[in-house]
Every structure is written in C-alpha cells, then in structure tokens.
C-alpha cells in the first residue's frame, strides 16, 4: 500500500476554515441558546464508547463504525451518534435522576465511508433527547422546538416531514402476512426507492384491493387531509389508534403555533432501528437532504437496564448552514502594525480595545514581508511606527 501525500486526509474528512468555522460556532451558540431556554441542558460523552453496548445499541450499520482496540483487547468504536451515548449515561451516571429528563447535546459524530463521494465521515449534531415521557405532549414539544431553532435560525424555507413507523409496519404486516415479508419493502422506503417499490408490490401474490393499498400507501404525503386517506387503508385497529394519535399531535402543535410547516408523510423511514413511533425530518429549500432528523425510541433505554419511553432530535450542522446561505460577516477586524520601539504603546492600545469587545490583531512589522498583502486582511490598519503614531507606511 502506498504512502499518503502529506496533503491528504482520510476519506470522509473534512478541514474548516475560519470564515466557515466562526459562521457554524455563531449559529450552533444560537441554537444551544434556544434549546437552553426550553429546559434542556447540555452533556458530554466520551468520543470513544465500546462496540459491545454503545456500538451495537446506535443501529449504524458496523461496516460504518470507527474500531479501535484498547490495551487489554476489547473493541472500541467513535460514537457514530449521540441517542445511544445518552442512554448509557441516563442508565448510569443519571440512574438516581429522576424523569423525565430534558438533555441536550453539541458534539462530532463518525461513520465510515467506503468511498467519500462528497459524504463527510465526522460531522457534528446540535440535539436534544426528552426522556420518560411518552405523551403526545411530548413529541408536540420536540417538533414545536424543532421548528423554533429553524424560525429562529432565519431559515428562509423548510417543512418538517412526520411519519410514524409502527403504523406502516402494522399494515405492511397486516397485508403481507408477517415482518419477514414487509422487510424487502420497508428497505425500499428506508432508501427512498419508490420505483423499486412499485415493482415489488406488482410482482407480490396479492388481491387487487391489497396491491392498491400498497400502492396507495406512496400517496400518503400532504396536510392533515392525509390522515383521513390513510384511513381509508382499512388499517386494523391498532393502525386507527395511531391515525387519532397522529391527528391529537396536530392539534398540539396549532397550539405551539408550530403546524403550519408539518406536512405528513408515511412514506417516511429512518435507517435508526430503535425507532419505535413517529419519525421526523426537517428540510431547508434548496438541501436535498434532511438538515435535522429524529423520532420516538421507546425500547433503546430497556438494552441499559432502566426502560423508558423518549423522543429526539438532532441537527446536522453542515446541512443547517448550507440551508442559511452565505451570511455578510459584519464583524469588523482591526490590526495594529508596530515596530519595537513602540511595543508598550501597541500593547496598552490593544488592551484596551479588545476591553471594548474589539477583534484586534497585533503584529510586529518585523514579521511582515508584504505590508501590502497583509494589510488586505483587516478593516482597518493602525500603525506605530517610529515616533508618530499613526504615520502611514508603503
């Protein structure tokens, strides 16, 4: 195997730069402040977890985990996200707390790509995880903060998708004969692969009436005028439950002021195999791809020994700040250019501007080969040259 050039990283891995990472951190401090004021605090995980609870509990796919051995052999992987970290913790270091608990978390997640493609490996996740709750008003409250981080973020455009796992499971079922037989369509949903859907069903050993239901199921996207459709599926009873729960949870969020971007969508899946209930992704105009993602997972706290419903949400950063566009960086950056004989000066002058909330860089002009050049960086330029202050140097 060859050497790597100097300049080159690991797939999936991606440098920021300044401008990008000032941009991202002003934002991310937005968001945390909203989610602060609704209660959630914020924790942090270790980046390394075990394969063995960790790993096998966040339902990423092990060819996606990061592995490590530690020195006595036992496998570690990069936490590839955050919900199973958290559930560790809440089972652990939290076990006397008692529910429900309102967490939130800002943090770097890693899966492993076969080829990059353009997919970063690490990106990082603004979320919050209310656990020991599993009310409608529960979901109200994690879709209507959803929203609130987007309205507030300024994002010009977006929609919140919502669609509910064990209700499509339940008919898929219910149609089929057994999970088993579901699995091949669920993936198809899950990849988003409606043609290969519509083929599959076609070529199934079913009535007309059953093959329309299935067929009628990729219809099932739009307003809350779509919950009476899908109740025309004939769903059994349990599936009818869901479609009054579903409509109770509109109505929570028309009192959150929150349902005027909700569309519904049982064509909705999620690779996330813990999910249990509802599942939700936010988009941004213009993002091909779901900037926050999240649903209800009421069976993962039972794998660490204290079960509990809950539900969250996480916010992929480097989609979030794709859908805002570029912003005009207003802050203003100021240099002062001294030489030695007036380093005090520069010193105590810097002082106090930055104690004003400047952004100031000091550089001797001894370390400066191109004044020019450098000058082009900054707003304004003070120099200190010689005796005067302030005299202009070419």
């Known amino acids: 195997m060859s050497k790597p050039f100097v300049f080159e990283k690991p797939a999936g891995m991606r440098d920021t730069l300044p401008a990008f990472y000032q941009n991202n951190e002003d934002i991310k401090n937005r968001i945390k402040q909203e989610m602060e004021s609704w209660g959630y605090q914020f924790i942090q995980t270790p980046t390394l977890e075990y394969h063995d609870t960790v790993g096998e509990a966040s339902a990423i796919l092990d060819q996606q985990l990061f592995k490590l051995l530690d020195m006595e052999g036992k496998t570690l992987v990069l ?116 043609v290969g859907y519509t083929s599959h069903v076609k070529k199934l050993p079913l009535s007309s009436i059953d093959t329309q239901r299935l067929l009628k199921l990729l219809d099932l996207r739009g307003g809350i005028e779509v919950l009476e459709e899908a109740s025309s599926l004939n769903p059994n009873r349990r599936g009818q439950q869901t479609l009054q729960e579903l409509k109770n949870l509109y109505d929570l969020l028309e009192d ?78 100021q240099c002062i250019l001294y030489t030695n004989e007036r380093r005090k000066e520069a010193l105590k002058l810097a002082r106090n501007m930055r104690s004003e909330g400047k952004r100031l860089v000091m550089q001797n002009l001894s370390g400066v080969k191109n004044v020019d050049e450098f000058s082009k960086r900054f707003d304004d330029v003070l120099y200190l040259i010689g005796t005067q202050q302030g005299e202009d140097f070419s």
């Open 79 to 194: 936490r590839p996200d955050m919900t199973a970290p958290i559930a560790r913790v809440v089972s652990s270091s939290m076990k006397q707390v008692a529910y429900p608990l309102r967490l939130a978390y800002s943090s770097p997640v890693f899966r492993a790509q076969q080829r990059e493609g353009g997919r970063p490996a690490e990106f990082e996740q603004v979320g919050i995880e209310l656990i020991g709750e599993g009310t409608a008003s529960a979901e109200a409250e994690a879709l209507a903060l959803m929203s609130e981080v987007f309205k507030k973020s300024e994002i010009a455009s977006f929609t919140v998708a919502v669609g509910h796992i064990g209700f499509v499971q339940e008919l898929l079922s219910e149609i089929l004969g057994n999970d088993d037989r579901a699995a091949d369509l669920l993936r198809y949903l899950n990849e988003k692969n409606y």
């Open 256 to 333: 959150y002021d929150a349902a005027q971007n909700i569309v519904f969508d049982f064509t909705l899946f999620s690779h996330m195999s813990y999910y249990t209930g509802i599942v939700f992704e936010g988009y941004g105009a213009g993002i091909g791809a779901p900037i926050a993602s999240g649903g209800r997972y009421d069976d993962l706290l039972s794998r660490f020994d204290r079960k509990a419903p809950a539900i969250g949400f996480a916010i992929r950063m480097d989609y979030f700040v794709e859908a805002l566009g570029k912003k005009k960086d207003d802050t203003k950056r």
